[in-house]
């Protein structure tokens, strides 16, 4: 497994629904088409997509692919696999390949200074994510083992912990043994999965009363395997063994993730959960399907606008890369896409009316709508991993 395939390949109303209810996938048989129109679709909101051109730099574009400009210029000291700005662009966190090591790196990018180094070497960078004030960045670092999937799910075995840096003091806090951290919208909750077995949440408003660095931050688990397990029984009755890392929904009502169930890789079935972001609030549950591999693990983004969630699919029986979104409030679910040509990464754009895709075969970005089917538009070359930002690069 490659690094960018480790790395990126290592769910008010509905809470009234009975926890044991789920939505099943529908598998399309229809002849797989990936035909979209050319050129990206007019009205894109605004500011700047950065992404990655073939693992080496980051660079940056308007939404509709043209205005391209080089972000870095030193990647073939280390390439980069991904990057995300800051919520005011002043500063890029960045995902790197670093010669003769085994595993992934996360930097740092500030103007006029030298890229810094988060991570130690040899070990797997496993998410990473700015706080809404951009003064933190929090990242998951395994340090034995590795990570399997853009969701945060890690092998059996994994060791690592998630860490919350402070930009502004270059202070580094532990904050638990775990994976795939994401903030809360109001920043006050760090989300992740933790090497337990469970979604994890840290409280992160004790770091402004705190003086100096706190020597831990209040964690409560809101909810774990087992829990999944008993609810998910009419679905996967060998238990539930992997658990993925938490998204929160624009509002932060809301988080998403995803497990998998016990026993053999083929036969294991994948479901996606939402649930009130309280402990023990009780889930719906979608079950995805039979996985094919770990990596297969479901890439889960909320929209920023509205309890829209899509996600990004591998299925191996058949071979097919599949697009979803489930609208929250309707319950409805949405089959976006479904390809042979491989694809995981995506973005929204800033007003939630558009889905930017990264088809890996051919390098084009496909563009969508969330509530119909079909791409809508199409800009080659694409990028990897992209990442959509309202603002306007300044780095």
Same mark, same amino acid.
């Given at each position: 497994?490659?690094?960018?395939?480790?790395?990126?390949?290592?769910?008010?109303?509905?809470?009234?629904?009975?926890?044991?209810?789920?939505?099943?996938?529908?598998? $399309?048989?229809?002849?797989?088409?990936?035909?979209?129109?050319?050129?990206?679709?007019?009205?894109?909101?605004?500011?700047?997509?950065?992404?990655?051109?073939?693992?080496?730099?980051?660079?940056?574009?308007?939404?509709?692919?043209?205005?391209?400009?080089?972000? !870095?210029?030193?990647?073939?000291?280390?390439?980069?696999?991904?990057?995300?700005?800051?919520?005011?662009?002043?500063?890029?966190?960045?995902?790197? /390949?670093?010669?003769?090591?085994?595993? /992934?790196?996360?930097? =740092?990018?500030?103007?006029?200074?030298?890229?810094?180094?988060?991570?130690?070497?040899? !070990?797997?960078?496993?998410?990473?994510?700015?706080?809404?004030?951009?003064?933190?960045?929090? @990242?998951?670092?395994?340090?034995?083992?590795?990570?399997?999937?853009?969701?945060?799910? !890690?092998?059996?075995?994994?060791?690592?912990?998630?860490?919350? @840096?402070?930009?502004?003091?270059?202070?580094?806090?532990?904050?638990?043994?775990?994976?795939?951290?994401?903030?809360?919208?109001?920043?006050?909750?760090?989300? @992740?999965?933790?090497?337990?077995?469970?979604?994890?949440?840290?409280? =992160? !408003?004790?770091?402004?009363?705190?003086?100096?660095?706190?020597?831990?931050?209040?964690?409560?688990?809101?909810?774990? =395997?087992?829990?999944?397990?008993?609810?998910?029984?009419?679905?996967?009755?060998?238990?539930?063994?992997?658990?993925?890392?938490?998204?929160?929904? $624009?509002?932060?009502?809301?988080?998403? @993730?995803?497990?998998?169930?016990?026993?053999?890789?083929?036969?294991?079935?994948?479901?996606?959960?939402?649930?009130?972001?309280?402990?023990?609030?009780?889930?719906?549950?979608?079950?995805?399907?039979?996985?094919?591999?770990?990596?297969?693990?479901?890439?889960?983004?909320?929209?920023?606008?509205?309890?829209?969630?899509?996600?990004?699919?591998?299925?191996?029986?058949?071979?097919?890369?599949?697009?979803?979104?489930?609208?929250?409030?309707?319950?409805?679910?949405?089959?976006?896409?479904?390809?042979?040509?491989?694809?995981?990464?995506?973005?929204?754009?800033?007003?939630?009316?558009?889905?930017?895709?990264?088809?890996?075969?051919?390098?084009?970005?496909?563009?969508?709508?969330?509530?119909?089917?079909?791409?809508?538009?199409?800009?080659?070359?694409?990028?990897?991993?992209?990442?959509?930002?309202?603002?306007?690069?300044?780095?």
């Amino acid at each position: 497994m490659t690094v960018r395939s480790a790395t990126a390949a290592a769910l008010a109303l509905f809470i009234a629904v009975s926890c044991t209810a789920t939505t099943p996938v529908a598998r $399309s048989e229809r002849p797989v088409s990936t035909s979209a129109p050319s050129g990206a679709p007019s009205g894109l909101t605004g500011g700047r997509v950065l992404f990655s051109k073939a693992g080496i730099d980051l660079w940056s574009s308007l939404p509709d692919g043209s205005g391209r400009v080089a972000v !870095t210029q030193d990647g073939s000291a280390g390439g980069y696999v991904s990057g995300r700005w800051s919520p005011d662009a002043t500063q890029i966190a960045a995902e790197r /390949s670093m010669p003769g090591e085994s595993g /992934s790196a996360l930097y =740092l990018l500030r103007p006029s200074r030298a890229p810094e180094r988060l991570t130690r070497t040899d !070990t797997f960078l496993d998410g990473y994510v700015w706080s809404p004030d951009g003064r933190y960045l929090a @990242y998951g670092e395994v340090i034995s083992g590795a990570t399997a999937a853009a969701g945060g799910l !890690t092998l059996v075995g994994s060791v690592g912990d998630v860490h919350l @840096y402070d930009t502004q003091t270059s202070t580094d806090i532990v904050v638990g043994p775990g994976t795939h951290p994401a903030f809360s919208p109001d920043g006050t909750r760090l989300g @992740y999965a933790h090497l337990s077995g469970a979604i994890a949440s840290a409280d =992160l !408003t004790v770091l402004s009363a705190a003086r100096g660095k706190p020597d831990k931050l209040p964690t409560q688990m809101l909810v774990s =395997l087992p829990d999944l397990t008993r609810i998910s029984t009419a679905i996967a009755p060998r238990g539930m063994g992997l658990i993925g890392g938490p998204q929160y929904s $624009s509002d932060g009502k809301l988080i998403a @993730y995803a497990a998998i169930e016990n026993g053999p890789v083929l036969e294991a079935e994948q479901i996606v959960y939402v649930q009130e972001a309280v402990a023990s609030a009780p889930p719906k549950l979608f079950a995805l399907g039979r996985t094919g591999a770990l990596h297969h693990v479901a890439d889960l983004r909320w929209s920023p606008t509205a309890a829209v969630l899509a996600y990004s699919i591998i299925n191996a029986q058949p071979h097919h890369h599949w697009l979803y979104s489930i609208d929250m409030r309707s319950g409805d679910r949405r089959e976006l896409f479904d390809s042979q040509q491989h694809f995981l990464d995506f973005t929204w754009s800033p007003d939630g009316k558009v889905i930017l895709l990264q088809m890996d075969d051919g390098d084009t970005w496909l563009y969508f709508r969330p509530d119909r089917p079909g791409p809508i538009g199409s800009v080659a070359p694409g990028g990897w991993r992209p990442e959509w930002c309202s603002c306007p690069s300044r780095t």
